[in-house]
């Protein structure tokens, strides 16, 4: 059974920083493509950011050169470090982790969920 398990959320100051991390059991990390994603209330679930089993990122222009997505095989382990936060991050955020099998199969598992929520 697939399990990503998000901790590391809470409420912050606008400015100040969390990290966020994602436990997966039942799949290994290194060979899939690991996300972050996000929905803020009334809105669509997004992208914030992504690595791929290779390493390349990439990220959601809202959040280029704040947050910074990682990943440790060995812990079988996703992180999102967020820094100088602002109250527009706030959102439930959200663990991603795909693979394409075949031409016609893809693997995909989401985690419950985490909020963030920066506010003064």
């Known amino acids: 059974q697939v399990q990503l398990v998000e901790s590391g959320g809470g409420l912050v100051q606008p400015g100040g920083s969390l990290r966020l991390s994602c436990a997966a059991s039942?799949?290994?990390?290194?060979?899939?493509?690991m996300g972050w994603y996000r929905q803020a209330s009334g809105k669509q679930r997004e992208l914030v950011a992504a690595i791929t089993s290779g390493g390349r990122t990439n990220y959601a222009d809202s959040v280029k050169g704040r947050f910074t997505i990682s990943r440790d095989n060995a812990k079988n382990t996703l992180y999102l470090q967020m820094n100088s936060l602002k109250p527009e991050d706030t959102a439930v955020y959200y663990c991603?982790?795909?693979?394409?099998?075949?031409?016609?199969?893809?693997?995909?598992?989401w985690g419950q969920g985490t909020q963030v929520t920066v506010s003064s």
């Open positions: 991603h982790a795909d693979r394409v099998i075949t031409a016609t199969s893809y693997n995909d598992y």
């Open positions: 039942g799949i290994s990390t290194s060979i899939y493509r």
